[in-house]
């Protein structure tokens, strides 16, 4: 579980307004008539990328390789503006011959598309029936028949290796409501609370996700068991958990799940997670990680029933801890850390074909690469190297199948050879649009720091860029905080669409993220407001000596930690910057402290509450809040939150917004009643992009 005052996701995809013409013909996102699609007549009367051309490309998930290795299945999700929506179908594409095969075609999506063990069928979830279902189809995508008939429906599922049981997970109703307590008042809309952790991320718990296990026949379940009954605690582990937390076993016998199994403000301040073992005969449930005090999770086993690999988290209640790759040993119980020689972290695990090694994906100087450790003697080999993110990987014999981004191009799916790394895209769903677009240029430079360290920092120049011009710069303020500025591609923070709009983007890794060691990624934890503030100044500083680089036209954006570091800045940047924008930001840190949800990440990252007078971190902390220097605000800011963002309560951007109007300085409120810690919508996203940029343009062109 990766630190989440997340950035790295938020909704911001750029705009000008007068680019709303770009394309010529109706666009991708207008023409889904249900699914129905032709990315062909997607003509582009330019090749700048405006937010309509953004929310026009298919945006690729869930690759999931054939048990025979040759074919491969993944999801596909469209959007239509005019509708407000999207739909997603599923596609089938061979190996060799490279040959997509549509599968679903269908007005609503399909979800969690796996393959049978013996290749047969293709199980996923759709909602065509009402509530989301487990259905099954031939490879070609005939066939199609609902096999589950759970009430309110199921939200993931896996086959067991002898295909005689499947797992699935689904909502259960715990809590006593206030309806139940007073059942005369059946209109009353009034919640009840003794405990913590009664709203997370963005809703509010009045369920828990149980795992349950049924028996399959071929062609419907039966005797579905609860394998967790009346606990008050939830698997996968909110609030982005999936059927990746839950697996069986090599040889069927036992159910693998992660679970917090706490409760109230003993869940609120820990990140105990552990892997609890269901045997399937006897009904006993073990904790296959007790006394692992971080977060234990994403089970994953060897074809031959030897090896479970995971990651794992050393500290209780630091989510940003170096996330290690364990391997057990299933017969004797030993377990050893696989990733102990690097100061990296490792995720998506997966066996290769022997059982000899794990691949995994690690980021390290701000790009995602594939490495394979030996298990035998923990021998960590990188496989790729380049300007990229992989997403995710898996061994298919001779080759690997990998999805993979970069700041200048959407997931795609590619064949990577496993001895030099060389990849070969196979997927093209993006293609007729790449062709169209030109991306601005991509650079890396290594900076001086107040402290006497490197940082990397990232230049996004503007398309057709002229080096005998001048252009206005954004300063890029990173989520997290411990998010890496890698080579993302985000459909909101998109730094293309920064640059297609005129901008150079000043991306700096800086000090509190991943990819650089663990001593840079921990230093900011207790130092907010500290040295990786005077890093952003050292790459803004930098930066404006570029001779393209107007010095006098600089601004700095950024959301979540990033919109609290745009706070920060704006009481500290001595006239550097023209405008401000921060979206979903903590603007009072004491305030924020018992807002918030995640306590743990609370007690962590400022060190404690703000009435321990005698924590000097955690007073240190609070001392730099950002409320407390608004008396040296001087710039106008945009200030952008949402209602149904129970991470960094909306209150914060009130606070923010009302404190520069009472100050005198120009500043515009964006309030969304309807959107999260994200922006999701496709007509709210847009909208958010022309506010943004109409502001910079206003101050910084």
């Known amino acids: 579980m990766k630190k989440i005052l997340l950035l790295l996701g938020m909704s911001v995809i750029l705009f000008s307004c007068q680019q709303n013409k770009n394309i010529h013909s109706e666009s991708t996102s207008e023409k889904i008539a249900g699914s129905i699609i032709d990315k062909q007549d997607l003509k582009l009367s330019s090749d700048i990328m405006t937010p309509e051309v953004l929310w026009s490309f298919g945006r690729i998930s869930e690759v999931e390789l054939s048990p025979d290795k040759k074919d491969i299945i993944y999801g596909v999700t469209y959007y239509s503006i005019k509708e407000n929506k999207g739909n997603r179908d599923l596609y089938k594409l061979n190996l060799q011959s490279k040959i997509k095969t549509r599968l679903t075609e269908t007005q609503g999506s399909e979800y969690n598309a796996v393959w049978k063990p013996d290749g047969s069928k293709i199980g996923y979830l759709s909602a065509e029936s009402g509530s989301m279902q487990m259905w099954e189809m031939n490879p070609d995508g005939s066939g199609k028949t609902q096999i589950s008939d759970i009430k309110d429906g199921i939200n993931g599922f896996k086959y067991s290796p002898d295909m005689n049981k499947i797992v699935f997970i689904a909502e259960v ?32 718990v009045e369920t828990y996700s149980h795992v349950f296990l049924a028996d399959y026949d071929g062609k419907s379940l039966s005797n579905a068991k609860d394998l967790m009954p009346n606990e008050m605690w939830e698997s996968p582990v909110r609030p982005w958990g999936g059927m990746e937390q839950i697996n069986f076993t090599a040889d069927g016998k036992n159910v693998v799940y992660t679970s917090r199994k706490k ?75 696989l990733t102990a020689s690097i100061e990296q972290n490792a995720g998506h695990l997966s066996f290769s074909e022997d059982n000899k090694s794990v691949y995994f994906i690690s980021d390290w100087h701000a790009t995602d690469e594939i490495y394979r450790v030996d298990i035998e003697n923990a021998e960590i080999t990188k496989i790729t190297e380049g300007v990229h993110n992989y997403l995710s990987v898996v061994d298919a014999g001779e080759q690997l199948v990998a999805t993979k981004v970069s700041m200048s191009q959407p997931a795609e799916i590619y064949i990577v050879n496993k001895n030099t790394g060389k990849d070969e895209e196979v997927s093209f769903e993006n293609k007729d649009l790449m062709t169209q677009l030109s991306m601005g240029e991509v650079k890396s430079k290594w900076i001086p720091t107040t402290d006497g360290k490197e940082m990397l920092v990232w230049y996004i120049l503007p398309p057709h860029f002229d080096s005998t011009k001048t252009y206005p710069a954004i300063l890029y303020c990173q989520g997290g905080p411990q998010g890496t500025v890698s080579q993302f591609w985000s459909y909101r923070w998109n730094f293309q669409m920064m640059a297609a709009n005129g901008y150079i983007v000043v991306a700096p890794n800086r000090r509190g993220l991943p990819g650089f060691g663990i001593e840079w990624n921990e230093q900011i934890s207790g130092d907010y407001g500290g040295q990786n503030m005077k890093d952003y100044l050292s790459a803004i500083d930098d930066a404006s000596k570029e001779p393209f680089v107007d010095a006098d036209k600089l601004g700095a954006v ?39 949800e995640e306590m743990w990440f609370a007690n962590w990252d400022l060190g404690g509450a703000y009435w321990d007078l005698n924590n000097e971190v955690a007073q240190n902390t609070y001392k730099n809040s950002p409320h407390k ?16 963002d129970y991470r960094i309560a909306y209150t914060q951007g009130m606070q923010a917004f009302d404190a520069a109007r009472l100050r005198g300085i120009d500043a515009k409120w964006l309030y969304f009643p309807d959107e999260t810690h994200f922006v999701v919508r496709p007509q709210n996203a847009i909208l958010w992009q022309r506010e943004f940029f109409s502001w910079l343009d206003k101050y910084l062109k």
Do not use: C
């Open 173 to 204: 109703k715990l809590d006593t409501t206030a309806k139940d307590k007073h059942p005369d008042l059946d209109k009353t809309t009034a919640q009840i609370y003794t405990d913590m952790m009664f709203r997370h991320w963005d809703h509010w």
């Open 263 to 337: 409760r109230g403000v003993t869940y609120a301040i820990s990140t105990n997670t552990d892997l609890y073992q269901y045997n399937i005969a006897s009904g006993e449930t073990k904790n296959l990680t007790q006394g692992m005090m971080g977060y234990d999770m994403e089970p994953t086993f060897s074809s031959d029933g030897k090896f479970m690999a995971f990651t794992s988290m050393a500290r209780d209640g630091y989510e940003s801890d170096k996330t290690r790759l364990m391997i057990m040993n299933l017969e004797s119980g030993e377990t050893k850390d």
């Open 558 to 596: 950024g959301a979540s930690y990033g919109g609290f570091s745009v706070y920060w800045l704006a009481g500290h940047h001595n006239k550097r910057f023209k405008a401000f924008i921060a979206h979903n930001g903590i603007f009072n840190l004491e305030s924020q402290y018992t807002e918030t």
């Open 629 to 644: 220097f608004v008396q040296n605000w001087d710039t106008p800011i945009y200030v952008i939150h949402s209602d149904k």
